[in-house]
């Protein structure tokens, strides 16, 4: 069992910057790909990035890249979200969750095992 718990949101205007972080407990953190999504209002949940159990292997939405990074630290059980250049269309609930790591960064939606309760996003403009 993996607990995970988002920290980090908040308000923000547009062009602003916040740093989501992820805290995990329970399982041996680095065993799983980690993951954030995020879910607007009226929208369905949708991928933003994942980062490999090692941290050398990313992947990126193409509406977030070069905006957003996906980071980890294992010795703190710890992922993070740093997102700058932030847009009124980027609010949502984001979330973090974690995959078995043979999946790498490309797990399919339905494989994350565990997910958070989220942390809610404002970008105003």
């Known amino acids: 069992q993996v607990q995970l718990v988002e920290s980090g949101g908040g308000l923000v205007q547009a062009g602003g910057s916040l740093r989501l972080s992820c805290a995990a407990s329970g399982r041996t953190f680095s065993s799983y790909s980690m993951g954030w999504f995020r879910q607007a209002p009226g929208k369905e949940r949708e991928f933003v990035a994942a980062i490999r159990w090692s941290g050398g292997s990313t992947l990126y939405a193409a509406f977030v890249k070069g905006r957003f990074t996906i980071s980890r630290d294992n010795a703190r059980n710890t992922v993070y979200l740093q997102m700058n250049s932030l847009k009124p269309e980027d609010t949502a609930v984001y979330y973090c969750?974690?995959?078995?790591?043979?999946?790498?960064?490309?797990?399919?939606?339905?494989?994350?095992?565990?997910w958070g309760q989220g942390t809610q996003v404002t970008v105003s403009s």
């Open positions: 969750a974690a995959c078995p790591t043979a999946w790498g960064t490309r797990c399919p939606d339905n494989k994350y095992d565990y």
